[in-house]
């Protein structure tokens, strides 16, 4: 009994113990990868099919999971027909939908809880992503997304995603 009891107030005092410092480390590693973060973002939005791209997808993706200060929300109205497909690289491009609007997020804390703002510089980045798709993969083209990169030079797109928004709260 004594045995028992010692060893279960071990395993508490232990845990105790080593939470707050696991969580701190979590934390530090956190500010240390956010310049990590930002710089895959972008490097995604210019190569998305890169020989390091799959990997730098998965860690960001991975990061965005367990980091304890920044928070991405996904938005699937703002890619349409893509959610639903496994088509043309839309895995790829939802994923950097994520990655952009983490990267802005981390850029503009100030504007972090401003989700038309997250939401639109995260389709943004897609949109280069896809840009940067096409110049290698012509023909994996998405009209839906070439309606969207209209709407951005016509200065529209900001609206497009203040009305898609909407649906996502």
């Not at 730098?56 to 639903?84: F, N, Y």
């Not at 529209?156 to 203040?162: A, D, K, S, Y």
Request: a positive charge.
């Amino acid at each position: 009994m004594f045995r028992t009891s010692l060893l279960a107030s071990t395993t508490i005092f232990l845990v105790l113990v080593t939470a707050p410092a696991q969580a701190q480390t979590q934390a530090v590693a956190a500010r240390e990868d956010l310049a990590k973060a930002v710089q895959i973002a972008q490097s995604l939005e210019s190569e998305p099919l890169g020989k390091q791209a799959k990997d730098q997808r998965a860690w960001l993706m991975l990061w965005l999971i367990e980091v304890p200060d920044v928070t991405v929300k996904a938005c699937s109205h703002l890619l349409g027909p893509l959610v639903e497909s496994k088509k043309n690289y839309s895995s790829e491009l939802l994923a950097q939908m994520l990655g952009s609007s983490a990267a802005f997020i981390i850029s503009n804390p100030d504007k972090s809880k401003d989700d038309v703002a997250v939401y639109a510089a995260g389709l943004k980045g897609s949109l280069r992503a896809y840009e940067s798709i096409l110049k290698i993969k012509p023909k994996a083209g998405w009209p839906f997304l070439d309606d969207l990169i209209e709407k951005r030079t016509k200065g529209e797109l900001t609206e497009f995603v203040r009305q898609a928004a909407v649906q996502c709260k």
